[in-house]
């Protein structure tokens, strides 16, 4: 175990997943916020019950700390933030954007996940992939293929990735602590793609259609319906432009 940014580092070689391990370590904490890594991945998984390809070489890590599991949309955004400014500060003029909820978008290409679980003793676990050197084979029917950043010239490991992303996320955790979350939505739209734009949000059992306004300070994405805004808590967002391109 050691010591980063005032977190402590468990760093494994092989786990099915790093959230289920941090979830085990939360019932007696080593610290009061630690970050649980491996090198291998085997039983990754994403938002809403998908799985997430974990291959070696990339990211895989799980934040735990104290915090209320009611602020897990805030930290949503908080985490996605501070992976958009990690991958700027390897490459500052890339073309990186944020996606509602929760994606980090490079040239278009997906290259992280998010997912936030509840723990004992009050932790909650912010578990976060990120494609470092690999990315699952791209497939052409998918909208938001996925990507690596060395696919994008940024050289880097996943030590280096996250000791930077710490640093980060430290910065902007400390904002939402002073300022709320109406400090961390403002950076946010900053680096939102779509934004004023028209997009679709795939629901559980329909799709919805209009021009995308931004958050609002509980998360929801608002979107503008010939002048009427429809409040937005859970979807898939895809931008009408790119769809004109497939």
């Known amino acids: 175990m050691k010591n980063l940014n005032d977190w402590q580092w468990l760093d494994y070689a092989e786990l099915s997943s790093t959230n289920d391990t941090a979830a085990e370590l939360c019932v007696n904490p080593p610290a009061s916020k630690f970050v649980v890594t491996c090198r291998s991945q085997t039983g990754g998984r994403g938002r809403r019950g998908r799985s997430w390809i974990s291959l070696e070489g990339n990211l895989f890590m799980s934040q735990a700390f104290p915090c209320d599991i009611r602020f897990a949309g805030d930290l949503v955004f908080i985490i996605s933030l501070s992976v958009l400014e990690t991958v700027r500060y390897f490459s500052a003029q890339i073309d990186i954007k944020l996606k509602w909820p929760n994606d980090v978008l490079v040239n278009g290409c997906k290259i992280s996940g998010i997912l936030l679980e509840k723990a004992e003793n009050g932790y909650i676990i912010a578990g976060t992939g990120v494609n470092i050197t690999a990315a699952p084979e791209r497939d052409s029917r998918v909208l938001y293929p996925t990507a690596s950043l060395k696919d994008f010239g940024i050289i880097t490991d996943r030590c280096e990735f996250l000791k ?29 793609g779509g934004l004023n734009e028209e997009i679709s949000v795939n629901l559980e059992k329909k799709v919805e259609r209009g021009f995308f306004r931004g958050i609002g300070d509980d998360g929801a994405l608002l979107l503008d319906q010939n002048g009427s805004i429809t409040r937005i808590y859970a979807g898939d967002v895809f931008y009408t432009k790119e769809k004109s391109k497939n």
């Open 164 to 192: 930077i992303y710490l640093e980060i996320f430290d910065r902007n955790f400390s904002l939402w602590q002073k300022r709320g979350f109406p400090a961390i939505k403002e950076i946010w739209l900053q680096n939102a």
